[in-house]
């Protein structure tokens, strides 16, 4: 007869038992017999209602996902030939990216005969490297994949932490505190 360690609904260990007697004291009670750990040996069961038991169970895996950061990965797009005022634009939004927490890829796609001249996608994209230092870091080096050239950037701060702008103070530029009118004493009448 195979046996089981129980735990009554309020957390007492009821011991080693067969099935059917831990069966039988959970039917006594108006509850269900949940195996709770499956692995241990004897396996363990707790008296408990199973509608309660799947509740929590989706109460605990709906916190562990809360918790969890979840990081997307954005991709900009470059040629070998990319203009300043487009590489600027691209290099301006993937700063913002890394700033949110976000990881980019830039990627330098060749086409036809642009493909013998790789040392231009690796300018450009040591260029961007050296551009987003302050905001990010390389993850993954640049490497060829087929016609294309890519570079993995992650943000070197959490999702959340994005710079605030320094506060303006009201102290003047001397570091002398304003003077302000001592107040009046009350008149009499």
Avoid at 25 to 31: D, K, T
Avoid at 34 to 62: H, L
Avoid at 79 to 108: C, Q
Avoid at 136 to 152: C, H, K, S
Wanted: glycine share 6%; charged share 35%.
């Amino acid at each position: 007869m195979p046996q089981v360690r129980v735990i009554a609904d309020d957390g007492e260990q009821l011991g080693i038992m067969d099935t059917r007697e831990a069966v039988r004291r959970a039917r006594e009670q108006g509850l269900d017999l949940v195996e709770v750990a499956p692995t241990a040996d004897p396996p363990v069961c707790r008296i408990i209602d199973f509608g309660k038991f799947q509740y929590e169970a989706k109460k605990k895996a709906n916190e562990a996902k809360k918790k969890q950061v979840i990081i997307t990965v954005k991709e900009v797009k470059f040629r070998p030939g990319t203009d300043d005022h487009d590489y600027n634009f691209k290099m301006k939004h993937s700063r913002e990216w890394l700033l949110e927490g976000d990881k980019v890829k830039a990627t330098i796609f060749f086409r036809g005969r642009e493909i013998t001249h790789r040392e231009l996608g690796s300018q450009l994209l040591q260029k961007l490297e050296k551009d987003l230092a302050d905001v990010g870091e390389v993850e993954a080096r640049p490497r060829m994949e087929g016609n294309q050239m890519f570079l993995i950037f992650t943000p070197k701060k959490h999702k959340g932490s994005v710079p605030k702008p320094p506060a303006a103070s009201t102290s003047s530029s001397s570091g002398q505190q304003p003077v302000t009118a001592p107040e009046a004493p009350p008149r009499e009448t």
